[in-house]
């Protein structure tokens, strides 16, 4: 069973901030979160991890929590293109990536 | 283009046919991994090489066996499959552990369909 909890669907208009919660009340405190997203009929894409600290990329930004209970993904300026299913995950145990039912995103004009 | 080539991007076969999945990684990493995605359901990982080593196997069946010549390139090799192995059939590498915080790159997938 994944260790995170997402919402199933959300909207975000185009050119928007679109900021994606999951919670992962129950990793512990060496355990990384990683984001990930998948288009229809692709493989899973690289977008960020952290362990602690917030983190910044070229795609977007993770803020976790003090308490490292919740963490939210944000895609600062959403386009059309960022409509994709985001999974937010931790490490189910060594080397087990355990992906959950994630979070539809839907980018609208 | 992640640096994980998955061929063939589709393949259909019989149940009584012997195929091959084959994944050739270009990033220079040292683990390699095989996932299953079947129709409304999370990835189920299958199989972990390590340097060449099987360090992991989840309870899959014997009909997948997969094969790890060398660091770049993985195979799964597929015999006897019924039509519910019918999935996204994904590999992907990493460079070191994922308890490290190392990043796992995905290919594009095979899509199998067991006919």
């Known amino acids: 069973d994944a260790k995170t909890t997402q919402p199933p669907s959300m909207d975000c208009a185009e050119g928007r901030a679109a900021n994606l919660p999951c919670n992962h009340s129950?990793?512990?405190?060496?355990?990384?979160v990683y984001w990930y997203r998948q288009i229809h009929s692709q493989g899973p894409q690289y977008i960020i991890h952290?362990?602690?600290n917030n983190e910044t990329n070229e795609m977007a930004s993770l803020i976790i929590t003090e308490d490292r209970k919740s963490s939210t993904l944000i895609l600062p300026h959403a386009t059309l293109r960022d409509t994709a299913v985001y999974y937010c995950?931790?490490?189910?145990?060594?080397?087990?990536?355990?992906f959950g039912a994630g979070t539809r995103l839907t980018v609208k004009p | 283009e992640t640096g994980v080539t998955q061929t063939p991007r589709h393949l259909v076969m019989g149940m009584t046919n012997k195929k091959s999945l084959k994944c050739e990684q270009h990033?220079?990493?040292?683990?390699m991994y095989w996932y299953k995605q079947s129709a409304k359901k999370p990835l189920e990982l299958m199989f972990v090489?390590?340097?060449?080593?099987?360090?992991e196997n989840n309870s899959v069946p014997s009909r997948f066996s997969p094969e790890c010549p060398n660091s770049s390139h993985l195979f799964l090799h597929l015999h006897t499959l019924q039509p519910e192995d019918s999935a996204l059939y994904l590999c992907?590498?990493?460079?070191?552990?994922?308890?490290?915080?190392?990043?796992?790159?995905f290919g594009e997938g095979s899509w199998l369909t067991v006919v």
């Open positions: 992907a590498s990493s460079q070191g552990g994922l308890p490290s915080g190392n990043t796992i790159y």
């Open positions: 129950t990793i512990s405190g060496n355990e990384y």
């Open positions: 952290g362990l602690k």
């Open positions: 995950i931790a490490l189910y145990n060594n080397n087990d990536m355990r």
């Open positions: 990033l220079g990493h040292n683990a």
């Open positions: 090489y390590s340097l060449e080593e099987r360090v």
